[in-house]
């Protein structure tokens, strides 16, 4: 298949080389950057663990000026892949979660030294709000906004030309707001109607309700919330 993949970097380039050792042609787009606030304090303020529920959350960490107050507690993250990340980044303690906000906060409550306060390091636009998944288990949650992601304001010219032209068959979406971005740029382009008839792979029913919103027909959702179950729903070549 000729795969488009809407991820950013560095994600987007690794996705991209795993597909194309599956034997599809692959395209790039990264529809969000993030961009890392380095002026939010990463004080713990007596937190017992520290929570990541993205890998841009950790990219974002990686050169921040106060990553040695937290990088020697006991970190949980939302999924392996965010998991790796941290570990590469220094944390030293790290456990992975099910891959999504609800694993986070079951694992968090069935943890039997369960926290009293953890520190959540996130992103300026979440799905879910994990201070309230905890607020029944008397866990109390610090959230530091820690970075943003921004939109694209174009597609790139050769994606937007491939598009018009039908060179693309599906396309690989993990979140609702790059789902959303990739249509509203794609209408901005003339070419709304082309993407609403690709096959469109999804890393979650959210994201899959953006692209049935603006259309699309052919919408597929990984069983699990991560890359490898994304790589399995589109299978080899």
Not at 92 to 102: I, N
Request: hydrophobic share 50%; charged share 25%; glycine share 8%.
């Amino acid at each position: 298949m000729r795969l488009l993949v809407t991820r950013p970097h560095p994600q987007a380039g690794e996705t991209a080389d795993r597909l194309r050792a599956l034997g599809h042609a692959v395209c790039v787009a990264p529809l969000l950057d993030i961009v890392p606030d380095p002026d939010v304090t990463l004080a713990p303020d007596g937190a017992d663990l520290v929570v990541l529920t993205s890998r841009g959350a950790v990219r974002a960490l990686t050169r921040h000026r106060e990553l040695d107050r937290v990088h020697g507690l006991p970190t949980l993250a939302v999924g392996e892949a965010t998991a790796e990340a941290a570990r590469a980044a220094g944390f030293s303690d790290v456990r992975a979660a099910g891959g999504d906000l609800f694993s986070v906060a079951a694992a968090i409550e069935a943890d039997p030294n369960r926290p009293r306060t953890v520190l959540h390091l996130a992103g300026r636009d979440r799905s879910g709000d994990l201070g309230a998944l905890l607020a029944a288990s008397g866990v109390a949650v610090v959230t530091r906004v820690c970075y943003r992601a921004e939109a694209a304001q174009a597609l790139p010219a050769d994606v937007a030309g491939a598009l018009k032209e039908g060179d693309i068959d599906a396309v690989l979406s993990f979140s609702p707001r790059s789902a959303a971005t990739l249509v509203r740029l794609a209408e901005a382009e003339g070419a709304g109607p082309a993407v609403a008839a690709l096959r469109h792979f999804c890393l979650s029913e959210a994201v899959a309700d953006v692209l049935r919103g603006a259309g699309a027909g052919r919408v597929e959702v990984a069983e699990r919330p991560d890359q490898e179950a994304m790589l399995a729903l589109i299978g080899a070549a």
